[in-house]
């Protein structure tokens, strides 16, 4: 989904604005890389995302399962998630799945984009209310859900990481796909993420 397309209501800072944020997103875990597959995978791809973006949802829902399958549990890629929020559900949302161990961000992110027609995009509804009862499912009491949403420095940890996305890979619209380097926007079948991950799809 592009940022045409969606109204941006997010003030992204840039990094000049942030000082010592690297240092604080070195230092605060819930800001360190999510990923999934082998460290000595041959292969990284990283994927920027937004939760509450239509085509990530079509992505996660449709084609990471078999990426997942094929090629990560083959030991084939590793991927890497990063967080590039267009609006302010979609930082909320994002804020809360970091705030979850580690381990269990996967399956999180994964149950909001399975059901993301029921808290995403609801008029007149309470989207909070709808996130936090997914995170219940994980092991998170509201109390923790108002909690990291209250958090300014999870909040500007987020922020920066979608301005790194835009500065160090010209990210722009959501999903972007770096493959060794090069950025590919748009949700993609299994094939041709195989093929741009330059591995076997079988």
């Known amino acids: 989904m592009s940022i045409a397309r969606r109204s941006l209501l997010l003030a992204a800072p840039s990094a000049a604005l942030i000082p010592g944020l690297a240092f604080?997103?070195?230092?605060?875990?819930?800001?360190?890389?999510?990923s999934s597959g082998k460290p000595d995978a041959p292969v990284t791809v990283i994927e920027y995302f937004s939760l509450t973006c239509s085509h990530?949802?079509?992505?996660?829902?449709?084609?990471?399962?078999?990426?997942?399958?094929?090629?990560?549990?083959?030991?084939?890629?590793?991927?890497?998630?990063?967080?590039f929020p267009l609006d302010q559900i979609a930082l909320a949302a994002a804020m809360v799945a970091r705030s979850l161990p580690?381990?269990?961000?996967?399956?999180?992110?994964?149950?909001?984009?399975?059901?993301?027609?029921?808290?995403?995009?609801t008029r007149g509804g309470d989207p909070v209310a709808e996130i936090a009862k997914i995170a219940a499912l994980a092991g998170m009491s509201r109390a923790q859900v108002d909690a990291a949403l209250a958090d300014q420095a999870l909040q500007r940890g987020i922020l920066?990481?979608?301005v790194k996305?835009?500065?160090?890979?010209?990210?722009?619209?959501?999903?972007?796909?770096?493959?060794?380097?090069?950025?590919?926007?748009?949700?993609?079948t299994y094939e041709r993420f195989a093929e741009l991950a330059g591995v076997s799809g079988t």
């Open 56 to 83: 990530c949802a079509s992505f996660h829902n449709q084609t990471w399962p078999q990426v997942k399958a094929k090629l990560v549990e083959t030991g084939k890629i590793r991927m890497v998630w990063r967080d």
């Open 102 to 121: 580690a381990e269990r961000y996967e399956g999180f992110v994964s149950a909001l984009f399975a059901s993301q027609d029921r808290w995403a995009f």
């Open 165 to 188: 996305g835009q500065q160090e890979h010209n990210v722009s619209s959501t999903p972007t796909f770096v493959f060794n380097g090069r950025s590919q926007a748009g949700a993609l």
């Open 24 to 34: 604080a997103q070195a230092a605060d875990a819930r800001l360190g890389e999510r």
């Open 160 to 162: 920066e990481m979608r």
